[in-house]
Every structure is written in structure tokens, then in C-alpha cells.
């Protein structure tokens, strides 16, 4: 399949996902801000790997609990995945509709590690 045309499944079910995080998930699993970073489809459409951005209001107080958080929120998502499955698959004309794989997306946190030490660097 044409890369321009797994690019543009990717956008849609950003969107679509998104929404339903906005709107239709009650898990109370998934508490604190979730919210999609990217997708990166299959060229067979077999699985969509969506990565989820997620923002704890208690992370700054103490970081094993927000592990702990983190962990408790991956398996919210991975308990509503078929259900994202499923409104995809209402949401898009595909033949097949690819299976999520839940990925928790760090980049975030890491970007803000470095921008601290970077800070402490210059305060010296």
C-alpha cells in the first residue's frame, strides 16, 4: 500500500481516537490527561501501534506513584481496545481494520528530564 495512503489511516485514526477519549471512555483506569501522539500502521493493515501521551497531575509529587499511574492507565487502555477497534471500524471504509497495539509514549517526560538538567547546567 502506498505510503501517502497509510499516512492519511494514520491521521484518521488519530482523530477518531482522540474523540473517543474525549467523549465516549468511562474507564476510570484511564484518569489524568491521555492523549494520542501518534499512529504507525502496518503495510498490511494487520496492526495499528498507537502511542498514548499520558500527564498525571500528581507526577511531580512522587514519581513512583506516577509510574504506578502510568502502568494502571496502560491497562485501562488495553481493556478498551477493542472498543476503539470497533468505532474505527464505524468511522472508516477499510476492508480490514487493524488490530491496537497500545504503546505508552515517554518522549514528553524525557523532553522535560533533559530541559531540567539543561537548566541546572546554566544556573551553575
Not at 509529587?61 to 485501562?76: F, L, R, V, W
Request: aromatic share 4%; glycine share 4%.
Amino acid at each position: 500500500m502506498k505510503r501517502e495512503r497509510l499516512v492519511s489511516i494514520e491521521k484518521e485514526i488519530i482523530r477518531i481516537v482522540s474523540n473517543l477519549l474525549l467523549s465516549e471512555v468511562k474507564n476510570p483506569k484511564i484518569k489524568g490527561i491521555v492523549s494520542v501522539t501518534k499512529v504507525n500502521v502496518t503495510d498490511d493493515l494487520k496492526f495499528a501501534d498507537v502511542f498514548f501521551s499520558v500527564l498525571n497531575t500528581n507526577e511531580a509529587s512522587d514519581p513512583e506513584t506516577a509510574e504506578k499511574n502510568k502502568k494502571e492507565i496502560q491497562i485501562g487502555l488495553e481493556e478498551i481496545k477493542g472498543f476503539l477497534r470497533k468505532k474505527i471500524a464505524e468511522g472508516m471504509d477499510l476492508r480490514f481494520i487493524p488490530e491496537i497495539r497500545v504503546k505508552i509514549d515517554d518522549s514528553m517526560e524525557y523532553a522535560s528530564k533533559i530541559n531540567k538538567l539543561l537548566d541546572e547546567i546554566k544556573g551553575k
